[in-house]
């Protein structure tokens, strides 16, 4: 038996990614000087896999971990930029859910700016979504389907 498979075939076994602290630059915020140069964003991501996760699961959490590192990026590269973190955050969980359909039935994002205020480590935005609550945010307005194309 391998060290990563579980020891009861009841059990659920490995289900979750956990992506720790990313660290994009990207231009965000609210005031005319934050359009000027990029600034540092940090994404944690705790991505939940159906079920049971076998071999074909682990190879499922494998091109999971290839989305946050690749495609949120992309993300980066398309947008000049974003207001808020929020409006960043529901951008990611939307292209996630819409990239990996069958391979992601929830997750959670916590996006960051580090040490943006003396005395704080950091200051940021946590989005928990499951499967359900983006198909109603897409089905909530025809404007978000842009967003996931």
């Known amino acids: 038996m391998k060290p990563y498979e579980p020891l009861n075939r009841g059990g659920r076994g490995w289900h979750i990614v956990v992506v720790d602290e990313l660290v994009v630059p ?84 916590l996006l960051y700016k580090p040490k943006i205020r003396e005395g704080t480590r950091r200051v940021g935005v946590e989005l928990d979504w499951h499967r359900a609550n983006f198909d109603a945010w897409r089905a909530s307005a025809g404007l978000h389907t842009a967003v996931t194309r």
């Open 26 to 109: 990207t231009r965000i915020g609210l005031h005319a000087q934050k359009h000027l140069a990029p600034q540092p964003v940090a994404i944690d991501a705790s991505l939940q896999l159906p079920g049971r996760a076998g071999r074909r699961e682990r190879a499922r959490a494998d091109r999971l971990r290839g989305l946050v590192h690749g495609a949120c990026p992309a993300i980066w590269r398309v947008k000049s930029h974003t207001r808020l973190l929020e409006t960043l955050a529901v951008e990611i969980a939307a292209l996630s859910f819409t990239q990996w359909p069958a391979a992601l039935d929830a997750l959670t994002l």
